[in-house]
């Protein structure tokens, strides 16, 4: 498991700290360093690629968000639509979208990987990328270009209310955040012109319900955090997606 092995390399790295001659170097690994966990290294990754590629685009090559976000045209014929249906989920229009998106993400992504795992978590990530961007093809306004990661914080959103369910059952919890999410973007999506890509929220909240009662079908369930890393210590606000006009 990629969360286990990402956990055994800070143990590595903490230890490989602690055979400093800085005493001050050993005293910060055994004090802090030790106690930080990284539960989440897919989720925590995307974010961190977010953050890098905002600051990338503020500060040393501005305009970079532009490129890498999806076309509302497809052209089968340029090799880079192909790598925009995966480029778009990392880039966002403004500090206050990447802060948003991260901070949703945050809340409720560690969660549902802790459950689910970190290869499903990156399966469910690139399902997201590629079914959003279509989905921007079919239904994004003319001449405008998708921006954001919350097509993927909904499918977490929705995954991580799934982390309760138990084998043919469906907890409360995912039919109210259904209805109050999903209904709410399906309403905007058909009523509603505020350059937010509703379809995005909508694909991200489909894959991530598809893709929870497929894993808990298939018995990859893996149980809750706390459980987790209870465990292991034995043993040792609403995303947007920006749609750009194309300059």
Same mark, same amino acid.
């Given at each position: ?34 106690? +930080?966990?990284?539960? *989440? ?10 953050? %890098? ?15 890498? !976000? &999806? ?8 090799? %880079? ?12 229009? /403004?500090?206050?979208?990447? #802060? !948003? ?6 809340? &409720? ?18 399902? &997201? ?8 093809? &079919? ?10 990661? /919350? ?6 959103? %929705?995954?991580? /209310?799934?982390?309760?369910? #138990? ?15 999903? =209904?709410?973007?399906?309403? #905007? ?5 505020? =350059?937010? /890509?509703?379809? *995005?929220? %909508? +694909? ?14 298939? =018995?990859?369930?893996? =149980? ?20 750009? #006009?194309?300059?």
């Amino acid at each position: 498991d990629m969360s286990r092995r990402v956990e055994e390399k800070w143990d590595q790295f903490c230890s490989s700290l602690e055979t400093s001659d800085n005493d001050h170097v050993v005293w910060f690994s055994r004090t802090l360093l030790r106690h +930080v966990v990284v539960e *989440a290294p897919t989720v925590i990754t995307f974010c961190l690629i977010c953050v %890098l590629l905002h600051f990338l685009n503020l500060i040393i090559l501005p305009g970079l968000s532009f490129p890498l !976000g &999806v076309d509302s045209e497809l052209h089968l014929k340029n090799p %880079l639509q192909y790598i925009r249906f995966f480029t778009h989920i990392f880039v966002h229009d /403004s500090l206050g979208h990447l #802060k !948003g998106n991260m901070t949703n993400l945050l809340l &409720v992504g560690p969660s549902a990987e802790a459950s689910f795992g970190s290869r499903a978590i990156l399966h469910v990530i690139l399902v &997201v990328a590629v079914s959003s961007s279509l989905s921007h093809v &079919v239904l994004g306004r003319q001449n405008s270009r998708q921006l954001g990661a /919350s097509g993927v914080v909904f499918a977490m959103i %929705l995954l991580n /209310s799934l982390v309760a369910a #138990k084998r043919g059952k469906i907890p409360v919890s995912f039919i109210l955040i259904s209805f109050l999410y999903l =209904g709410d973007e399906m309403w #905007k999506l058909f009523f509603i012109s505020d =350059g937010v /890509s509703h379809s *995005a929220h %909508l +694909v991200g909240g489909f894959v991530g319900t598809i893709t929870g009662f497929q894993m808990d079908k298939q =018995g990859q369930y893996r =149980g809750n955090f706390n459980d987790r890393h209870t465990s292991q210590a034995q043993t040792m606000t609403k995303p947007l997606v920006k749609q750009q #006009k194309q300059r």
